[in-house]
């Protein structure tokens, strides 16, 4: 049986056809997305320790190879510029139904709104804000990623079913191949989290990985 790392790289007229993570995880054509690791997130996910963990490991074997690695952060607006969406999700997750009681939650300069110590980013690093569920919707990432060059995206982070999920597939709309790294994501509800894994390896487009095949990949 032929392996995937031995699997000859599809053509079509000039184009290699990315089709496993062995055609994509090149350093050079792929960023690391460490998506909303946040002090205020983290701390309501069961089972963060050992996602923070994983992408740690991530995180040294992506700085060994040269990788790229990109940090998001979500933001909430201030309640005078929270809009109709803002202030809809914002009650939506404050499980409250007057507009009056909701307090925004990640404030640029609170302390929850910030990066897991043990994840820090460094100089180099890209660390962008966000307001919208997506990754690439409204930030610089994907002017980063193209005019790097680059073509893959892997992400890790929190939490599966709200952010990363939609983050993966606009990522695909953007013509960007997505890397899932299935172990090194958390998640607030794991039948969420599942359904929504699920929906990605339907569409297909998706490449479904997890940490070590990751390190692997990158490492060759």
């Known amino acids: 049986m032929t392996s995937e790392a031995d699997r000859p790289v599809v053509r079509h007229g000039a184009l290699n ?4 993570l062995a055609d994509i995880a090149d350093p050079r054509r792929t960023a690391l997305l460490v998506y909303d690791m946040q002090v205020g ?5 069961k089972g963060a320790d050992a996602i923070i963990a994983r992408i740690a490991g991530l995180l040294d074997a992506a700085r060994l190879a040269g990788m790229r690695i990109a940090y998001s952060r979500h933001l909430s607006l201030s309640r005078s510029w929270m809009g109709v969406t803002q202030m809809r999700m914002a009650m939506a997750w404050q499980r409250t139904d007057d507009p009056a009681l909701v307090k ?5 300069d ?18 962008f804000d966000k307001v919208a569920m997506s990754a690439l919707e409204g930030t610089m990432l994907p002017f980063a990623l193209r005019d790097a060059g680059l073509t893959g ?9 709200i952010g990363i999920e939609p983050t993966l597939r606009h990522a695909s709309d953007q013509g960007f191949v997505p890397i899932l790294i299935e172990d ?9 989290a599942a359904r929504s894994v699920e929906a990605l390896r339907f569409a297909g487009d998706t490449i479904i990985t997890d940490s070590d ?8």
Request: charged fraction near 15%; proline fraction near 9%.
């Open 17 to 20: 056809i990315p089709t496993c």
């Open 41 to 45: 997130i983290a701390r309501q996910v």
């Open 104 to 108: 925004p939650w990640f404030l640029r």
């Open 110 to 127: 609170a302390p929850a709104t910030q990066i897991v110590p043990e994840l820090a980013p460094r100089a180099e690093d890209l660390v």
């Open 153 to 161: 995206l892997a992400i890790a982070g929190i939490a599966m079913e």
């Open 184 to 192: 090194a994501c958390g998640s607030g509800d794991a039948a969420a």
């Open 213 to 220: 095949s990751f390190t692997r990949a990158i490492a060759a």
